[in-house]
């Protein structure tokens, strides 16, 4: 079992910045890739950013790459994603998840994904 823990969300003017955090305890942090995903108001759960337990390898929706990026830090059984340049179609709850798989390209489907977090609301104002 692992739980997740998310802060760090807020509200934000649009072109503006925020570093989301999760936090996992439980089982070994390094032991599971990690993703974000988001749902806005009316709208499924979609893939934004994901990170290998194995060699940091990265995967990006396209609508967030070259303004996102995700990190981990094993040490600390925390992934962080940096959101900048923000817009206000990036307003939603952003949720954390882990899984137990080791591909090297992270999944972008939720199923892959055994735990998740509760969200933190990221809402922009323009």
Known sequence: QVQLVESGGGLVQAGGSLRLSCAASGRTFSSYGMGWFRQAPGKEREFV??????????????SVEGR???SRDNAKDTVYLQIN??????TAVYYCAAGSWDARTPPRVPERYEYWGQGTQVTVSS
Request: glycine content about 8%; cysteine-free; proline content about 0%.
């Open 49 to 62: 950013a994901g990170i290998s337990r194995r060699f940091g390898n990265t995967n990006f929706a396209s």
């Open 68 to 70: 996102f990026s995700i």
């Open 85 to 90: 340049s923000l817009n206000s179609e990036d």
